[in-house]
């Protein structure tokens, strides 16, 4: 398969070099090489079968845009977007295209939220809950999209509101922590990326996936099938 990787930072790096080991052909651009979507050609495009984007939430729409009219299935793991989902939405419905996304592309992650909506009903149990997230400094978006996952599955059935509490700090990769309190007793849950890994990977197999598909996809719907 012929992947375009948008995004040469620690994770787009990674997701490339995965690729690669699996026998795909790899093209990578960064961000200073693509102002705007402007290196993503018609004729740049007809070469590529699945674009991966690791970029930022400033650059991702374009992408998005370019790829989706163009026919070229993307997987999204930048965050920071998600204001505009709807309209990501609806364009990839007018255009009959393939667009797969995720807060976290981590097999472990995408279980961790299984977990989640396993304690959530406590919500309306006479508990509360609080998120701690702590990333790398050179993060961009606060709170990070997982914790606005995990923060959207407990809110989810309460009227009860979560609060996110965000550390940027040092080469962390990703520590995700979930407190759900009552004053009998406290449920701890935690993830804890030892790298960067299990992100690559799972964007590298969501693009295998997705070649060949039209819709609107979210990665835990499909996490199983892979």
């Known amino acids: 398969m012929k992947l375009l990787v948008l995004g040469r930072g620690k ?17 990578s651009l960064a961000g200073q090489e693509n102002q705007d979507a402007r290196a993503l050609t018609p004729e740049l495009l007809k070469q590529v079968d699945v674009a991966i984007d690791f970029t ?3 650059a991702v729409i374009a992408n998005i845009i370019r790829c989706t009219e163009a026919g070229v299935p993307i997987v ?7 204001q505009h989902l709807e309209k990501v939405r609806e364009l990839v419905r007018e255009r009959k295209a ?8 981590s097999v472990g992650v995408n279980l961790f939220f299984k977990a989640i909506q396993a304690v ?20 961009k978006d606060k709170p990070s999209g997982t914790a606005a996952t995990i923060q959207k599955i407990l ?3 309460s009227d009860k509101k979560v609060e996110i509490a965000s ?7 990703g520590m995700h922590l979930v407190v759900v309190d009552s004053p009998n007793d406290t449920i701890l849950l935690t993830h804890d990326a030892k790298s960067r890994l299990g992100f690559a990977e799972g964007a590298v197999r969501a693009a295998e996936w997705i070649q060949g598909k039209t819709g609107f996809f979210e990665f835990p719907e499909i996490v199983d099938q892979l």
């Open 11 to 27: 994770t787009g790096a990674l997701v490339a070099e995965v690729a690669t080991e699996r026998g795909h052909e790899v093209r």
């Open 167 to 173: 550390l940027r700090e040092g080469d962390t990769v």
């Open 98 to 105: 393939a667009f797969l996304f995720a807060s976290n592309f």
């Open 155 to 157: 809110q989810a059935n």
């Open 76 to 82: 999204v793991g930048t965050t920071g977007w998600y």
């Open 120 to 139: 959530a009903p406590a919500m309306n149990k006479g508990y509360s809950a609080n998120i701690v997230e702590k990333h790398h400094i050179q993060k």
């Open 56 to 58: 930022t939430p400033h």
